[in-house]
């Protein structure tokens, strides 16, 4: 069975840093990626990793978020710096896993809580 294990969430200072993991496992996923979703608003994109290497970030985060992957331990990490308040949301990971041409299927992690303080 697909499996995401997420972890990192918690209180963080304004300014301060955190490191979100995703440990995915039970499939082969095209991409892997964390979005988020703030109370009263829509979940949205934070960034992206294929199994190559290529990333993709929202515009909220270009420049403050960096995604990585560690093949090894088959887990993606969302480093986030300069947090902002704006940034305080539930965090999702995301694998996605390609089942036919032009179709693929999500996977959701349960969540983990960001917030922010100012």
């Known amino acids: 069975q697909v499996q995401l294990v997420e972890s990192g969430g918690g209180l963080v200072q304004a300014g301060g840093s955190l490191r979100l993991s995703c440990a995915a496992s039970?499939?082969?996923?095209?991409?892997i990626g964390w979005y988020r979703q703030a109370p009263g608003k829509q979940r949205e994109l934070v960034a992206t990793?294929?199994?190559?290497?290529?990333?993709n970030y929202a515009d909220s985060v270009e420049g403050r978020c960096t995604i990585s992957r560690d093949n090894a331990k088959n887990t993606v990490y969302l480093q986030m710096y300069s947090a902002k308040p704006e940034d305080t949301a539930v965090y999702y990971c995301?694998?996605?896993?390609?089942?036919?041409?032009?179709?693929?299927?999500?996977?959701w992690g349960q969540g983990t809580q960001v917030t922010v303080s100012s």
């Open positions: 995301n694998a996605r896993a390609t089942v036919a041409l032009g179709f693929s299927v999500d996977y």
């Open positions: 039970g499939s082969r996923f095209s991409t």
């Open positions: 990793i294929t199994n190559s290497g290529s990333t």
